[in-house]
């Protein structure tokens, strides 16, 4: 491609392209990652002009975004007929591809912790000057866990630039999503897809749904025909708790007005201080100045140690031999090794502390 990008092998495949893992020849083989946007056979010759000059304009945009959890745009071009936009490999696991490892709902910690990594780029997406920008395709397989845990938002295929001053604004010829995780307003009759930063958060929400049940939610129109399809999230997983499945269901109105506002809307709701402190971890407290206190000359036995291992995928330290995953990357533990605590010797005369 291009004279610079051989492809090395697919990596997934949709109704309108494919994504391919390359290689930059430009760039010492560095790898990389190109969607293909393939055009609608269908369509007339000024149509897909209008979507090319569509595709340049947003590319132009994304190419200028620069966030730890999105991947660098590097490159775009047309070829072929289709559309391309090249963007950085990330190494790691899709979050479909961990719901089928593990065959089961995700621990729901994790799950929120990485959420809030999400929400930060949906934040940065949606606040963007001139004019905001919805990723429109957020689903587990876009969203991907590095081996360090951080999370990454992939395949932009479908963002559009949506025009504060004209919220109608038409998408031409512009894949609509995946069913189970896309709006109302993404499928409109007249195709202009009048979506805006709560269509986002729908999508959000549908992809929690699936991550903390392991079950897909029924599409929109399946909804609208019998509202009862959509079962409450802790009737499928009843360790969820009360918030997280309050806050999943009120992403996933199906009017607009009635979901959250803002990412920030959603993040305060999802995410309670006081209850996932690792989110957001509080500074140290002070030092407090050194004094002489006496500790009793009689000996006294230290208190039972509680075992702690490592993860040996992702390297989190002291977590409680009792758990059967990782709360930062989700992984399994089994083939972690307890690490002996290290205890001090009890006191046997008065120390200065």
């Known amino acids: 491609?291009?004279?610079?990008?051989?492809?090395?092998?697919?990596?997934?495949?949709?109704?309108?392209?494919?994504?391919?893992?390359a290689e930059d020849t430009h760039q010492f083989g560095q790898r990389c990652a190109v969607k293909e946007n393939l055009?609608?056979?269908?369509?007339s010759q000024s149509l897909l002009a209008q979507a090319h000059q569509q595709f340049l304009a947003e590319a132009n945009v994304l190419d200028q975004l620069d966030h730890p959890n999105l991947p660098k745009i590097s490159d775009y071009f047309g070829e072929g007929g289709g559309d391309y936009l090249v963007m950085d490999y990330v190494e790691g696991e899709d979050l479909d591809?961990?719901?089928q490892r593990i065959g089961g709902p995700l621990p729901e910690k994790?799950?929120?912790?990485?959420?809030?990594?999400v929400v930060d780029?949906?934040?940065?997406?949606?606040?963007?000057?001139?004019?905001?920008?919805i990723h429109r395709d957020i689903?587990?397989?876009n969203i991907r866990l590095t081996p360090q845990g951080k999370i990454k938002l992939v395949d932009f295929g479908l963002a559009k630039l949506l025009d504060p001053n004209n919220p109608r604004t038409k998408t031409v010829l512009r894949g609509r999503g995946t069913l189970e995780y896309a709006p109302q307003e993404q499928y409109a009759a007249d195709g202009t897809g009048h979506t805006d930063a709560r269509s986002d958060l729908y999508s959000l929400g549908a992809t929690l749904y699936h991550l903390l049940t392991n079950t897909p939610p029924p599409g929109v129109y399946q909804r609208l025909l019998n509202p009862a399809v959509l079962r409450p999230p802790r009737q499928l997983n009843p360790r969820l708790t009360e918030n997280t499945e309050r806050a999943i269901l009120r992403a996933l109105e199906i009017h607009p007005d009635q979901r959250f506002q803002s990412a920030a809307e959603m993040r305060q709701a999802l995410l309670p201080p006081?209850?996932?402190?690792?989110?957001?971890?509080a500074p140290p407290p002070p030092k407090a100045e050194k004094v002489a206190i006496p500790i009793a000359c009689a000996e006294q036995a230290p208190p039972p140690a509680v075992p702690r291992m490592r993860c040996p995928h992702c390297g989190q330290m002291m977590i409680p031999a009792t758990e059967k995953l990782c709360f930062r990357c989700g992984r399994p533990l089994s083939v972690a090794m307890p690490q002996p605590p290290t205890a001090e010797a009890p006191p046997t005369a008065a120390h200065i502390l």
Not at 274 to 281: D, I
């Open 39 to 43: 055009p609608d056979p269908y369509a």
């Open 274 to 281: 006081a209850e996932f402190s690792a989110v957001t971890p």
């Open 97 to 99: 591809s961990a719901l």
């Open 1 to 21: 491609m291009q004279g610079r990008y051989r492809i090395l092998d697919l990596l997934g495949q949709g109704g309108m392209g494919a994504v391919y893992l």
């Open 121 to 133: 780029a949906l934040t940065y997406l949606h606040s963007h000057r001139p004019r905001p920008i």
């Open 139 to 141: 689903k587990p397989a």
């Open 110 to 117: 994790p799950v929120l912790i990485w959420t809030n990594q």
